[in-house]
């Protein structure tokens, strides 16, 4: 900016704007809130991380709109139904109970890891072969 380039308040106000303008971070809104949705295959870690960033934007909102925002948002039956069985009734309830259950969700993925089966067996190793047997390798057919 050249020197004696401003000469009125007026003038200083756009500039200032102008230079600051991006820096700010716009109010959230119920709206805002209302259009996060776990994604599919998300964990419910993720989804409740994303979600409550999205709430701290949120000047004005009540428990009861925070609650629903969040059940409309989440994408597993099981987990909508079990939520709508064991409703929280404020926001700090709703984050401890769902801390609770991102936790349970995290020991059984890690207990059940996704790529076995129904009988647990690693699917990884029979994608495109139906019902065939694994291959057999060259030292298991001498025996």
Not at 33 to 62: C, D, H, N, P, W
Not at 79 to 100: H, I, K, S, V
Request: glycine residues 6%; positive net charge; aromatic residues 10%.
């Amino acid at each position: 900016m050249k020197p004696n380039s401003i000469d009125s308040w007026e003038a200083l106000k756009w500039i200032f704007i102008d230079n600051f303008q991006g820096a700010i971070i716009p109010k959230g809104t119920k709206h805002n809130l209302s259009q996060v949705k776990q994604e599919r295959g998300e964990s419910l870690r993720s989804y409740i991380r994303r979600f409550f960033e999205t709430r701290t934007t949120i000047a004005e909102i009540s428990d009861k709109d925070t609650i629903r925002c969040f059940c409309n948002g989440l994408h597993v039956k099981m987990t909508y139904q079990e939520f709508r069985r064991n409703l929280p009734g404020t926001t700090a309830e709703l984050r401890d109970m769902m801390c609770q259950w991102a936790y349970q969700e995290d020991e059984e993925n890690d207990r059940f890891p996704q790529n076995k089966d129904k009988r647990g067996k690693d699917s990884r190793h029979n994608k495109g072969r139906g019902n065939q047997s694994p291959p057999v390798s060259a030292s298991q057919k001498i025996k």
